[in-house]
T-cell receptor, first 114, second 109 residues
């Protein structure tokens, strides 16, 4: 149903592990986003990429490292995470950054940090 | 800090009752979007409002944008169990889409 695919859907990792989340969009969009959704906070914007260039880093800790090799793929590399980083990580895309059109979200990657 | 206030945070209704969620901003908005997230799902775009005083309908859903473009509402008439989920408003702030806290709707069949 969604044109934005995220893998894995579920991930459990220890604090010393290194893992990556992957996002792929099939919509021909030029902007891609990472959002964090936790139980007690609204959707938090983490990173924005527009035409593969990072345009926004919303004061995210360096243990989260994004990578955008092309406008269809977005990664979030995870290293030395904390239990409070457990959340649903949502990837989204839109036609352009600064475009006031809709965001298309992936189904999310549910991350648990032990 | 909170850039857009959405109320209520939770709403429980009997099936068939109406439901309304409100989104308020202290500053004038260029536009506002509404999203729905089903339990266990991801946010899905519902609509975008741009014009002052705009009213749009989607079947049982009515969306309004205030005259001053500082508030918006989503009203559902005669709720059904398929309406269960969290409804978010989202506004553009410094060219970024900022989401409200959401209103979680639960329905007693």
């Amino acid at each position: 149903e969604t044109g934005v695919t995220q893998t894995p859907r579920h991930l459990v990792m220890g604090m010393t592990n290194k893992k990556s989340l992957k996002c792929e969009q099939h919509l021909g969009h030029n902007a891609m986003y990472w959002y964090k959704q936790s139980a007690k906070k609204p959707l938090e914007l983490m990173f924005v990429y527009n035409f593969k260039e990072q345009t926004e880093n919303n004061s995210v800790p360096s243990r989260f490292s994004p990578e955008c090799p092309n406008s269809s793929h977005l990664f979030l590399h995870l290293h030395t995470l904390q239990p409070e980083d457990s959340a649903l990580y949502l990837c989204a895309s839109s036609r352009e950054f600064r475009d006031t059109g809709e965001l298309f979200f992936g189904e999310g990657s549910r991350l648990t940090v032990l | 800090g909170q850039q857009v206030m959405q109320i209520p945070q939770y709403q429980h209704v009997q099936e068939g009752e109406d439901f309304t969620t409100y989104c308020n901003s202290s500053t004038t908005l260029s536009n506002i979007q509404w999203y729905k997230q089903r339990p266990g799902g991801h946010p899905v775009f519902l609509i975008q409002l741009v014009k002052s005083g705009e009213v749009k309908k989607q079947k049982r859903l009515t969306f309004q944008f205030g005259e001053a473009k500082k508030n918006s509402s989503l009203h559902i008439t005669a709720t059904q169990t398929t309406d269960v989920g969290t409804y978010f408003c989202a506004v553009l702030r410094a060219q970024k889409l900022v989401f409200g806290q959401g209103t979680r709707l639960t329905i007693n069949p």
